[in-house]
């Protein structure tokens, strides 16, 4: 079988991160993730997919933090029917936080800023009142317009555009950030071929350009989400930091039912999801108000 792939100085660096923990750290991440779904609120409901997955005699189990997310234990979900008319949705577990802890409401017009290939989107579809998914890659759009009419998204309005040309204000906005994308190792073994320090330093530059504008974006007293599947501080934290220094912001505290969350002293408030703790990738998640 083939190894997951860890370029040299990733693994130095998160050694030196992880402290005592590096052995569970790199455990964690050099396995598959389980599988998991969320429930497409637009086309069915729990009490649906739970009576065709029992028919089906496939083990399943609900998590704690939503009554929407599930995990499935089905070599190939997307063979399903449920899977196939829209109901479900695969989605990684810690993926499906970002948007929980932006918990938007029916009376929410949310920006989704880069949106594709638009998992968080039908999430938020389900919450919000509208949503405007938004994404500057044209291949990548594609898939949001798939999710759009697959998953029957009637409120969302999707854009190909560069998020930071958008002029409207919004009452929540879910900036799911570009990132090194360090998280996507336990879905793709080759996932990190192209990891560097460089990689990690061009993305962070992005994404402080990207966290600034988003925050204008808000209307005051708007509250977003700054997420990434990376563990590098420097995309996480530093960014967090550096909208404190450069706006008017607080951070807000986030929790989730049966899902254990670490902080880094250098941003109290800001989450972290270390693998080895809730069996998910790596995740990093920020909630923001506008002061
Ligand atoms: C981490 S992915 C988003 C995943 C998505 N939120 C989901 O849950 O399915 C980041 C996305 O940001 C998009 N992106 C990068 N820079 C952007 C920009 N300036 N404006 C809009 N989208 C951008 C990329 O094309 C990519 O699709």
């Known amino acids: 079988m083939k190894q ?3 370029p040299f ?3 130095s660096k998160y050694k030196n991160y992880c402290g005592k923990e590096w052995g569970d750290f790199f455990s964690a991440i050099k396995v598959k993730q389980p599988k998991s779904f969320w429930i497409n609120a637009k086309k069915s409901n729990p009490s649906e997919i739970e009576s065709f ?3 089906k005699s496939i083990p399943f189990k609900k998590y704690p933090f939503s009554e929407y997310a599930y995990f499935i234990d089905y070599k190939r979900p997307g063979d399903l029917v449920i899977f196939k008319k829209g109901k479900i949705s695969m989605q990684a577990k810690a993926a499906m936080l970002p948007v929980l802890a932006l918990n938007p409401t029916k009376k929410d017009y949310v920006l989704d800023a880069c949106a594709a290939p638009g998992m968080k989107t039908i999430q938020l579809s389900n919450m919000a009142k509208e949503v405007v998914a938004v994404d500057v890659n044209s291949t990548r759009i594609k898939s949001l317009l798939h999710n759009k009419f697959a998953y029957d998204l009637k409120n969302v309005e999707i854009r190909r555009n560069d998020v930071r040309n958008i ?4 009452d929540k906005i879910m900036l799911d950030a570009p990132c090194s994308s360090e998280g996507l190792v336990r879905k793709r073994k080759e996932a990190l071929k192209d990891w560097n320090k460089q990689l990690v330093q061009r993305k962070a530059k992005a994404q402080k350009d990207l966290i600034l504008s988003c925050f204008d974006m808000l209307k005051p007293n708007g ?3 700054y997420s990434t599947c990376s563990f590098a501080q420097e995309e996480n934290e530093d960014i967090i930091n550096f909208l404190l220094e450069k706006r ?3 951070i807000l505290p986030i929790q989730f039912e049966g899902i254990k969350i670490r902080e880094n002293r250098q941003c109290p408030g800001c989450v972290r999801l270390w693998p080895q703790d809730n ?3 790596q995740f990093f998640i920020a909630k923001i108000r506008k002061l």
């Open 4 to 6: 997951t792939y860890f």
């Open 9 to 11: 100085e990733f693994v």
């Open 223 to 225: 509250e977003m989400i």
């Open 248 to 250: 008017d912001a607080k």
């Open 279 to 281: 069996d998910t990738q």
């Open 167 to 170: 002029k409207e204000k919004f």
């Open 53 to 55: 997955l029992k028919t």
